[in-house]
T-cell receptor
Framework: RKEVEQDPGPFNVPEGATVAFNCTYSNSASQSFFWYRQDCRKEPKLLMSVYSSGNEDGRFTAQLNRASQYISLLIRDSKLSDSATYLCAVKTAGNKLTFGGGTRVLVKP | GAGVSQTPSNKVTEKGKYVELRCDPISGHTALYWYRQSLGQGPEFLIYFQGTGAADDSGLPNDRFFAVRPEGSVSTLKIQRTERGDSAVYLC???????????????FGAGSRLTVL
């Protein structure tokens, strides 16, 4: 089993709709959690950190469920520019950051 | 510098050759990471430096791969006897590396695309 797993998608989302997807992690001792966004042929860029109580940044909401060992990302009012691959990242032992395989989101007019 | 700089941006080499990839992290960042990303996959951890020392090299696939960071700033990833399966984008990232909320926030470079023929 991989340490961090994501549904690869693609999630085809009508413009203006809401989309949500999860990322599961296997190490219960994982400490920090992040969502990164990666555009085609570009480097990953931090979208948001995920806090224990959940957090929101504009149209993006991140949640952490420690009991079930997953994090989620919800995008409201999807824009065409939200089309990208969303990578979750989990900090385990030391400062090693492990990434999932990414979830591809395609927002269509 | 303002961001993480990686050179070369593209490297084409022949099977069996030696390759060096360079990473210049954000000034003052003590932590430096190397990842490898194949098409359609997420970044795969290779090695992490805290200062000059390799804090975790558990992701290096075999002894053909080696990385150094002699002065705690610039890092070089070295690949000996390259194989076709080494073809990928090699990403470097740096982070402040100290305690606090931003310690583990990675900033990535644009990557070095390696093609082994």
């Amino acid at each position: 089993r991989k340490e961090v797993e994501q549904d690869p998608g693609p999630f085809n989302v009508p413009e203006g709709a809401t989309v949500a997807f999860n990322c599961t992690y296997s190490n219960s001792a994982s400490q920090s959690f992040f969502w990164y966004r990666q555009d085609c042929r570009k480097e990953p860029k931090l979208l948001m950190s995920v806090y224990s109580s959940g957090n929101e940044d504009g149209r993006f909401t991140a949640q952490l469920n420690r009991a079930s060992q997953y994090i989620s990302l919800l995008i409201r009012d999807s824009k065409l520019s939200d089309s990208a691959t969303y990578l979750c990242a989990v900090k385990t032992a030391g400062n090693k950051l492990t990434f999932g395989g990414g979830t591809r989101v395609l927002v269509k007019p | 510098g303002a961001g993480v700089s990686q050179t070369p941006s593209n490297k084409v080499t022949e099977k069996g050759k030696y390759v060096e990839l360079r990473c210049d992290p954000i000034s003052g960042h003590t932590a430096l990471y190397w990842y490898r990303q194949s098409l359609g996959q997420g970044p795969e951890f290779l090695i992490y430096f805290q200062g000059t020392g390799a804090a975790d090299d558990s992701g290096l696939p075999n002894d053909r791969f080696f990385a150094v960071r002699p002065e705690g700033s610039v890092s070089t990833l070295k690949i000996q006897r390259t194989e076709r399966g080494d073809s990928a984008v090699y990403l470097c990232a740096s982070s402040p590396g100290t305690s606090g909320g931003g310690a583990n926030v990675l900033t990535f470079g644009a990557g070095s695309r390696l093609t082994v023929l």
